[in-house]
T-cell receptor
Framework: GAGVSQSPRYKVAKRGQDVALRCDPISGHVSLFWYQQALGQGPEFLTYFQNEAQLDKSGLPSDRFFAERPEGSVSTLKIQRTQQEDSAVYLC??????????????FGEGSRLTVL | AQTVTQSQPEMSVQEAETVTLSCTYDTSESDYYLFWYKQPPSRQMILVIRQEAYKQQNATENRFSVNFQKAAKSFSLKISDSQLGDAAMYFCAYRSAREENSGNTPLVFGKGTRLSVIA
């Protein structure tokens, strides 16, 4: 597609519910990143993929967070048993593998999660 | 681990004037990239300017330029002839130049500076 697409843009969940956030990266982009951005803060790294391989998940806050990219394209970030502290904007970004590029990340508009 | 520090939570500038946003970073690597991203209220991050650490010349993009001081690990952004549309959050970010599995490593972001432009 033309850009990184994320859905839903807004999600309200009751505490304890499971949520799934989807990211559709730019076609052909090898690298896919998930970030969590709390209100008024900078994005914090969660996890990233090269194709279908999850290379680093050190930023995931707890084992309630799980991400996958089974076919190396669309990715889903799943949060189980949501808590109020999970309320944030979840940003997805992708980048190409071309060695000449400087690693610019192209971002989606984010999914704002509010846990009541 | 690399860290990025933006010491100015908020800045303001008069329309048509110049403003400089500060950024410092910490790394033990010698080869890396630095970026400034803009995030308007719509939330979508937009790349403003990038700098390769191996280049001594400061990057410029129209009204945006950087002052890259590698020894001091400083990377400030200068916005000239400020416009109302420049009002946004600005994030400084760092990326290692090393590759993993032929792909890119994640960006490390600062906490941001909120820029207001006064008409």
């Amino acid at each position: 597609g033309a850009g990184v697409s994320q859905s839903p843009r807004y999600k309200v969940a009751k505490r304890g519910q499971d949520v799934a956030l989807r990211c559709d990266p730019i076609s052909g982009h090898v690298s896919l990143f998930w970030y969590q951005q709390a209100l008024g803060q900078g994005p914090e790294f969660l996890t990233y993929f090269q194709n279908e391989a999850q290379l680093d998940k050190s930023g995931l806050p707890s084992d309630r967070f799980f991400a996958e990219r089974p076919e190396g394209s669309v990715s889903t970030l799943k949060i189980q048993r949501t808590q109020q502290e999970d309320s944030a904007v979840y940003l997805c970004a992708s980048s190409s593998r071309h060695k000449s590029n400087t690693g610019e990340l192209f971002f989606g508009e984010g999914s704002r999660l509010t846990v009541l | 681990a690399q860290t990025v520090t933006q010491s100015q939570p908020e800045m303001s500038v008069q329309e048509a004037e110049t403003v400089t946003l500060s950024c410092t970073y910490d790394t033990s690597e010698s080869d890396y990239y630095l970026f400034w991203y803009k995030q308007p209220p719509s939330r979508q991050m937009i790349l403003v300017i990038r700098q390769e650490a191996y280049k001594q010349q400061n990057a410029t993009e129209n009204r945006f330029s950087v002052n890259f001081q590698k020894a001091a690990k400083s990377f400030s952004l200068k916005i000239s002839d400020s416009q109302l549309g420049d009002a946004a959050m600005y994030f400084c970010a760092y990326r290692s130049a090393r590759e993993e599995n032929s792909g890119n490593t994640p960006l490390v972001f600062g906490k941001g500076t909120r820029l207001s432009v006064i008409a």
